[in-house]
C-alpha cells in the first residue's frame, strides 16, 4: 500500500522562501508521476509542478515557473518543493502525490489525475 506524506509547511512573509518535502512510501515502482498540487482558500485544487519518475522531466504551472523547483531523491524515494519569493497568492494547502502518467505525460490538471495516492496536506500561508 502506498502512502504520501508532506512536510515542510508554515508561515512566511512575501519574498520569502519555504521547502516542501514528501515522503513516499510502499509500492512505487509502477507510478511513473510525483507532483505537488495546492488549494487556495475557496478555490479548486491546482497544479504546480509535477516530474516523471522514468527520465526527471518536470513542469510547472505558469504561476510558479521561475520561482519552484521540484526535485526527486530515488533513494530516500522523497520528493521536494523548493519555493522562492513566494506571494501571498501562494497561500494555499499543498499536497503531494503518486500517480499515472497519460501518454508519459504527467497531467498538472487535479482532475484528471489517474490511479493517485494523496498525502494530508501541509499549510503554506504567505503574508503580504
Known amino acids: 500500500q502506498v502512502q504520501v506524506e508532506e512536510s515542510g509547511g508554515g508561515s512566511v512573509q512575501a519574498g520569502g522562501s519555504l521547502r516542501l518535502s514528501c515522503l513516499v512510501s510502499?509500492?512505487?515502482?509502477?507510478?511513473?508521476?510525483l507532483g505537488w498540487f495546492r488549494q487556495p482558500p475557496g478555490k479548486e485544487r491546482e497544479g504546480v509542478a509535477s516530474?516523471?519518475?522514468?527520465?526527471?522531466?518536470?513542469d510547472y504551472a505558469d504561476s510558479v515557473f521561475g520561482r519552484f523547483t521540484i526535485s526527486r531523491d530515488s533513494v530516500k524515494n522523497t520528493v521536494d518543493l523548493q519555493m522562492d519569493s513566494l506571494e501571498h497568492n501562494d497561500t494555499a494547502m499543498y499536497y503531494c502525490?503518486?500517480?499515472?502518467?497519460?501518454?508519459?505525460?504527467?497531467?498538472?490538471?487535479?482532475?484528471?489525475?489517474?490511479?493517485?495516492?494523496w498525502g494530508s496536506g501541509t499549510l503554506v500561508a504567505v503574508s503580504p
Open positions: 502525490a503518486q500517480y499515472a502518467s497519460a501518454f508519459r505525460v504527467c497531467t498538472l490538471t487535479a482532475s484528471s489525475v489517474r490511479r493517485g495516492t
Open positions: 510502499g509500492k512505487t515502482f509502477d507510478i511513473e508521476c
Open positions: 516530474i516523471y519518475k522514468v527520465d526527471g522531466a518536470t
